[in-house]
């Protein structure tokens, strides 16, 4: 491999991380806007879910009501540096975001490509190991314990 053929890959690999990181970040940024608004409309029906608080710092959200709490971190492929353990992490997605529910147990959420439906391809969040998209349903029913802690 030539000297100009190892440049323009490592300029490739380079934009190819930056575009990554810039998906990671919109979707992040939609995913956790999700949860932010299904909080928000809980509080408005449930007066214990009135008092959560909600902290975000790039790519965690912490929402806690009570005792109880929940952390959302998002971890992107671009996050890791370069090595073979990445294609090991990351095998079919950009991202994973890992939710560490108040009751102990732990939601998994991958970052991938979507063609259902589609003419063109999208990204969207999915629960892991299958196809279905995460949405507002997902979202509460994995507040539902934090929700149930603030109302006990």
Same mark, same amino acid.
């Given at each position: 491999?030539?000297?100009?053929?190892?440049?323009?890959?490592?300029?490739?690999?380079?934009?190819?991380?930056?575009?990554?990181?810039?998906?990671?970040? #919109?979707?992040?940024?939609?995913?956790?806007?999700?949860?932010?608004? +299904?909080?928000?409309?809980?509080?408005?029906?449930?007066?214990?879910?009135?008092?959560?608080?909600?902290?975000?710092?790039?790519?965690?959200? #912490?929402?806690?009501?009570?005792?109880?709490?929940?952390?959302?971190?998002?971890?992107? +492929?671009?996050?890791?540096? !370069?090595?073979?353990?990445?294609?090991?992490?990351?095998?079919?997605?950009?991202?994973?975001?890992?939710?560490?529910?108040?009751?102990?147990?732990?939601?998994?959420?991958?970052?991938?490509? !979507?063609?259902?439906?589609?003419?063109?391809?999208?990204?969207?969040?999915?629960?892991?190991?299958?196809?279905?998209?995460?949405?507002?349903?997902? +979202?509460?029913?994995?507040?539902?314990?934090?929700?149930?802690?603030?109302?006990?």
């Amino acid at each position: 491999m030539s000297t100009n053929d190892t440049t323009r890959a490592a300029a490739g690999h380079a934009a190819y991380l930056a575009e990554t990181r810039r998906l990671v970040d #919109a979707q992040t940024d939609a995913l956790f806007g999700m949860v932010t608004t +299904i909080l928000a409309r809980a509080g408005r029906h449930d007066p214990a879910a009135r008092h959560a608080s909600i902290s975000r710092q790039d790519h965690t959200l #912490a929402v806690t009501n009570d005792s109880c709490s929940e952390t959302f971190t998002v971890k992107g +492929i671009g996050d890791r540096p !370069d090595s073979l353990d990445r294609a090991h992490l990351f095998p079919t997605s950009q991202a994973r975001c890992l939710v560490q529910r108040s009751d102990g147990s732990t939601a998994e959420w991958l970052l991938r490509r !979507d063609m259902a439906g589609e003419s063109a391809p999208v990204y969207a969040w999915m629960l892991a190991g299958s196809e279905a998209r995460v949405g507002e349903p997902e +979202i509460t029913d994995v507040l539902r314990p934090l929700l149930e802690c603030a109302g006990s």
